[in-house]
């Protein structure tokens, strides 16, 4: 069976935003508790904490709702489209990694989704060329996710 190697045009990116807030106590808990307000769910996260700021990245099964909410907050993001992909089973992350070294790719940053439905796990991946690294993982027969497949 082919593998295909393109990305359908109407697919939608997986967006990630990235929130800065200053390092105090209680802002990240705001932050979640007014998503779960909003019924938006957190599906992957990772935070960066510094002395004065925090940056926190995060995927949502409703972008949508989420960008409204931060916006309407006041909170300062940046979104960007970003690589989700499949790992399930034992050893698959070295065979995802393996895959993108075969490719050439230079990878800025990984993280683990928390959940996401179907309960499979999977990695949120942020690489240098996301069409190339698409092809390289599909040839290598992993599940690449897009925005409706995270979504509820």
Do not use: C
Not at 75 to 92: H, S
């Amino acid at each position: 069976m082919p593998v295909a190697t393109l990305r359908s045009r109407d697919s939608e990116p997986v967006i990630q935003f990235s929130v800065f807030m200053p390092n105090r106590l209680g802002r990240l808990h705001e932050l979640t508790r007014r998503l779960a307000d909003r019924e938006v769910h957190i599906l992957a996260l990772t935070v960066l904490d510094t002395t004065e700021s925090t940056i926190l990245r995060f995927i949502s099964d409703d972008p949508d709702a989420a960008r409204r909410l931060l916006e309407e907050h006041g909170f300062p993001i940046t979104e960007v489209e970003v690589l989700a992909v499949e790992v399930d089973g034992e050893g698959r992350l070295k065979d995802v990694l393996a895959a993108l070294v075969e490719a050439e790719l230079n990878i800025h940053y990984v993280y683990p989704f928390l959940t996401r439905p179907g309960g499979k796990s999977a990695l949120v991946i942020s690489i240098e060329d996301q069409e190339v690294a698409e092809q390289a993982l599909r040839a290598h027969q992993f599940t690449v996710l897009f925005q409706p497949d995270l979504s509820r």
